[in-house]
């Protein structure tokens, strides 16, 4: 499984912003995709994981009800919609893949930048 992920940028602050994590790979049905995201000087976070089999969503409470995670099977994407974007959204966001039976993320894409301005 590979991942490529895109669609950051500067945006202002109350913008909306969408995230793709393009998912490659022999299989990946039994897979959980996650969002991550890491500010300069601070800890990675988990932003939400979804299930690939089974569309089965979590989000961090940080983000809920701000950002929506979905998959599109037909593009084999997950994207990650960010609305309502807050200064302390800035961060690089990562997409990375592991195995429901497995705790660890081993399969990580690049990151994508996201700024907001406030």
């Known amino acids: 499984v590979q991942l490529q992920a895109s669609g950051g940028g500067l945006v202002e602050t109350g913008d909306s912003l969408r995230l793709s994590c393009a998912v490659s790979g022999r299989s990946f049905g039994s897979y959980i995709i996650g969002w991550f995201r890491q500010a300069p000087g601070k800890e990675r976070e988990t932003v939400g994981t979804i299930r690939w089999s089974s569309g089965s969503i979590g989000y961090a409470e940080s983000v809920e009800g701000r950002f929506t995670i979905s998959r599109d099977k037909t593009k084999n994407t997950v994207y990650l919609q960010m609305n309502d974007l807050k200064p302390e959204d800035t961060a690089v966001y990562y997409c990375?893949?592991?195995?429901?039976?497995?705790?660890?993320?081993?399969?990580w894409g690049q990151g994508t930048q996201v700024t907001v301005s406030s």
């Open positions: 990375a893949a592991r195995q429901i039976i497995m705790n660890v993320y081993k399969i």
